[in-house]
């Protein structure tokens, strides 16, 4: 059992996934981008129940930091807030859920999955607005904020084209508490992203080719 770091609850080894949050295969673009030594460094991980890290590589939700260290989830695309977590599952038989009853989706109190007993399977991905990523208690890792800022830069564009947000949507910077002084005056000199027009131009265009 693994803890997922989004619902909180331990899940089956089997549905939880370590995600990368800058992605392992533009790991050619990490020094440019969000200046990290290795894409697997615990610092650009995740560990997530499989739908919600499905839903973070779609860019259809984000993380944004605060000052007080709070990681909030946000989530950009509509469509999904009222979807069940477990409608993106394939793995079903993994949380023992063909011992439910089948009319679970019409019940108006929890169903808690027989191979994971805190995890209630009406959950939504609506449900996880605004909830924080939980840690191990006494742990000091924290995920990068460079990384979450790039994810969320990513989120905000693909949001933008597909009219999820308004066209003036934006949100303060967040990226510089994980920079030295050195990496973010290199940043500034080499990124030709340095504005969100051309910043969701190139993320759309890389991450989902043929959107924007």
């Not at 695309?77 to 009222?82: D, E, G, L, R, S």
């Not at 009406?122 to 990068?144: H, I, M, V, W």
Request: glycine share 4%; with cysteine; aromatic share 12%.
């Amino acid at each position: 059992m693994l803890l997922c770091m989004v619902l909180d609850v331990r899940l089956p080894s089997s549905v939880v996934i370590a995600s990368h949050i800058f992605r392992q295969k533009h790991d050619g673009l990490k020094d440019y981008l969000v200046q990290i030594p290795d894409v697997d460094d615990v610092g650009n991980g995740l560990v997530l129940f499989k739908p919600i890290e499905h839903a973070f590589d779609h860019l259809d939700i984000a993380y944004f930091v605060d000052k007080q260290d709070q990681f909030t989830l946000k989530i950009y695309n509509p469509t999904i807030k009222t979807k069940f977590l477990v409608d993106s599952l394939t793995q079903w038989d993994e949380l023992g859920c063909n011992s439910i009853p089948t009319d679970w989706r019409k019940s108006r109190i929890p169903i808690y999955a027989p191979n994971a007993p805190e995890f209630n399977v009406l959950t939504t991905f609506g449900e996880l607005e605004d909830k924080t990523l939980q840690f191990p208690s006494g742990s000091a890792l924290r995920p990068f904020r460079r990384c979450l800022y790039h994810q969320a830069q990513l989120a905000r564009a693909m949001a933008l084209t597909q009219g999820w947000a308004p066209k003036d949507y934006t949100f303060d910077d967040f990226s510089s508490e994980g920079f030295t002084l050195e990496e973010e005056m290199k940043l500034l000199y080499s990124s030709s992203l340095s504005t969100p027009e051309k910043f969701a131009i190139v993320a759309v265009n890389v991450i989902h080719p043929g959107l924007a």
